[in-house]
């Protein structure tokens, strides 16, 4: 899947969290990635910059650990691992008393390159890391900071957050990760949606009956106990990666794939999405949790088991949503999405409405409505079901069939991770494929009263069995308006 490589600008590139998870499971194999396809220029530097005492040897070392765990081993040439290991450097930083930074100015020195500071840290220090880069001098005009979410857990604290960002880094120089928006098939839908005529003409209320976006999980609580019994699928998924998708689906076609073209057409759709206050959110939410079940051919605990407490955490749930706006007003969006499901699956599913009338006779079967799935993960691809005749003399019997574009099947390579992109993304500048404030802030404007409807209705979670699809009452949801869910195969 791979294209043509084209070099980027030298950069410096500084990560607070160097010796975290988050540096260790995607952003240094992406970056060894992009090594070892010559993607950098000299002189390139990578900085780890962690709480931990420990030696630039100590921190190769680390670095090393991590490429050879997390990227396969065939992908990894030894001469570039050599290469990209020399580019580490570390230094101790203490981002809650200060300490260090001026070590870190020493180590970045009098370089003018890009410079691009990731917070992979918990967002209770990015104002702290944001100050005290400005009190030491270190943010140049060519410098970024990247953010992970969670960017809040509210619309309050999101704005707290993007405040004390923003009071020491311009907008254009501030890059709010979604990874979802680096999935190689979800920039494809910008690319199925745009550079194809056939489907722009159909995209709207008089043709779609609905959508559905499903983002699966079979991983439980895996070791992220204190962040996510606080958060929850809400806050965790739907605030950000599932409305991204959403936005992806309904917006209007931008003018151009310039950053704030895509973000002002992301922004309308967010800001046309039906508020679910208190008496709707019975109706059009479900809140769901994982009990003791099955996953991976093995028993697996409930999620107050494995936390240790009991907890109301959400870790399912399913949404009717809905868009006022010309486009989409009466096509309802059902998303879902959880924790300890039946598999892992990430799709979205466009259902076409039914055809007017049918020429058929009953002996034909069903006419079914067409539909496109639009499969994020795994098996990447996309696949528009049609009807067809069956072959053969036995008469007129259709039979639903789906044409089918699998990404393994017609693209050569590896697909690269998220992280590749983005990280590349970030040293060219290109903002298209990050989160701007306003659309962090309607997300968080359109979830809290959701939210709070829940609070308010003590709308407790409904218990399901670990890989199952989630509590009956997400059936329910959909079925309450003659709709199913599409069943992934
Ligand atoms: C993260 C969530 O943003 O996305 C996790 O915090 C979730 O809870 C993960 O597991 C899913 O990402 P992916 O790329 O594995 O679908």
Redesign the pocket.
């Known amino acids: 899947m791979t294209s043509q490589i084209i070099k980027v600008d030298p950069f410096d590139f500084i990560i607070f969290g160097g010796t975290g998870d988050l540096s260790e499971r995607k952003l240094l194999p992406a970056l060894y990635y992009r090594q070892s396809d010559h993607q950098f220029s000299e002189p390139t530097r990578i900085i780890g910059a962690s709480r931990s005492r420990m030696s630039d040897e100590e921190f190769k070392a680390f670095a090393e650990k991590a490429i050879r765990e997390h990227v396969k081993a065939e992908d990894i040439d030894e001469d570039e691992l050599r290469q990209f290991i020399n580019r580490l450097s570390y230094v101790t930083v203490d981002a809650k008393n200060g300490d260090g930074f001026e070590e870190l100015k020493q180590a970045i020195g009098e370089s003018q390159c890009i410079r691009a500071f990731y917070l992979a840290v918990t967002p209770a220090l990015f104002g702290e890391i944001a100050h005290n880069l400005q009190s030491h001098g270190l943010i140049t005009p060519n410098s970024r900071i990247v953010v992970?979410?969670?960017i809040g857990r509210d619309l309050q604290s999101a704005k707290k957050l993007n405040d004390e960002i923003g009071s020491v880094f311009g907008e254009h120089q501030i890059f709010r990760i979604?990874?979802?928006l680096g999935?190689e098939t979800v920039q494809n839908l910008l690319a199925l949606r745009f550079a194809n005529a056939l489907y722009e003409p159909l995209w709207n209320s008089a043709h779609i009956d609905h959508v559905q976006i499903t983002?699966a999980?079979t991983?439980g609580l895996?070791d992220?106990v204190t962040?996510?019994d606080t958060?929850g699928?809400l806050r965790?998924?739907v605030q950000?990666?599932m409305l991204q998708l959403l936005c992806l689906v309904a917006m209007e076609p931008p003018s151009s794939t310039e950053a704030n073209a895509v973000r002002d057409e992301k922004l309308k759709v967010l800001r046309s999405l039906k508020r679910i206050n208190g008496a709707e959110a019975p109706k059009q939410t479900v809140r769901g949790q994982y009990k003791a079940g099955a996953s991976a051919g093995g028993p697996v605990n409930g999620y107050v088991e494995e936390l240790g407490k009991p907890s109301d955490t959400e870790t399912f749930v399913a949404i009717k949503a809905e868009i006022e706006n010309w486009r989409w007003s009466g096509v309802p969006f059902y998303l879902r999405t959880g924790?300890r499901l039946a598999a892992?699956v990430?799709e979205i599913c466009i259902e076409f409405k039914h055809i007017p009338h049918s020429i058929f006779d009953e002996s034909a079967g069903n006419v079914y409505c067409n539909k496109l799935i639009i499969r994020?993960?795994p098996d990447e691809g996309v696949k528009q079901f049609i009807m067809m005749k069956d072959p053969g003399p036995g008469g007129m019997r259709l039979r639903q069939i789906p044409l089918d574009m699998t990404f393994a099947q017609n693209f050569k390579g590896r697909a690269p991770d998220?992280y590749e992109r983005l990280v590349m993304d970030v040293i060219r500048g290109s903002q298209t494929l990050f989160m701007r404030r306003d659309e962090v802030e309607a997300a968080w404007a359109w979830t809290d009263p959701i939210l709070k409807a829940w609070a308010d209705n003590g709308l407790e979670v409904q218990g399901y069995t670990a890989g199952t699809w989630g509590p009956s009452a997400s059936i329910a949801l959909i079925e309450r308006d003659g709709r199913t869910w599409h069943e992934s195969d």
Do not use: F, G, I, T
């Open positions: 992970e979410k969670p979604d990874h979802y999935k983002v999980e991983v895996e992220r962040y996510y958060a699928a965790d998924m950000n990666h924790k892992r990430s994020l993960q998220a």
